[in-house]
């Protein structure tokens, strides 16, 4: 049976357990609102009839870390498909595939994605957009754009 004075002593070594276990390193990212983070090289791209915007939920990015990519367009006509992947700018770590899912509506795409880490303390990443719109005349385009940014080491 347990007295009070046990349950009090596991309460108390409880509380000391998962203190002990929560890493305190101020590196770690700060999930936010998407945004535009101040690694990105751009944050709107412009092409001919419409403008896109990418967003990161965390800054910095930290690699071995989830973080959520978003794409928002002001196209009217729907967007049908989004081949996207990342790679590293400097060094050659494969392609990272981005696997964006409609959000909300029909204009705002997500995509959860991590980095591998690196021996660089900071690395760059270039991220390639192939965004398929279906246009009124039923004709798919290809919108394709990139942008860059960076990551720090966990």
């Not at 203190?19 to 983070?37: M, Q, S, T, W, Y």
């Not at 997500?110 to 690395?123: F, I, Q, R, V, Y």
């Not at 279906?134 to 860059?148: G, M, Q």
Request: glycine letters at 2%; proline letters at 2%.
């Amino acid at each position: 049976m347990f007295t009070k004075k046990t349950a009090f002593s596991v309460i108390i070594v409880l509380i000391f357990l998962i203190n002990g276990c929560d890493k305190h390193d101020e590196r770690l990212a700060h999930f936010v609102e998407p945004k535009c983070i101040s690694s990105q090289s751009k944050c709107e791209v412009v092409k001919a009839n419409e403008t896109f915007k990418v967003m990161f939920n965390a800054e910095p990015v930290i690699t071995e870390t989830e973080f959520t990519i978003f794409l928002n367009t002001n196209t009217a006509d729907r967007v049908v498909k989004i081949d996207a992947y990342m790679e590293g700018k400097e060094m050659f770590m494969g392609k990272i595939p981005l696997f964006f899912q409609a959000v909300e509506n029909s204009n705002n795409f997500a995509a959860d994605t991590l980095l591998g880490s690196c021996s660089d303390e900071k690395m760059a990443w270039i991220i390639w957009f192939d965004v398929m719109i279906e246009r009124t005349n039923k004709v798919i385009e290809h919108e394709k754009f990139s942008i860059e940014y960076t990551s720090q080491r966990y």
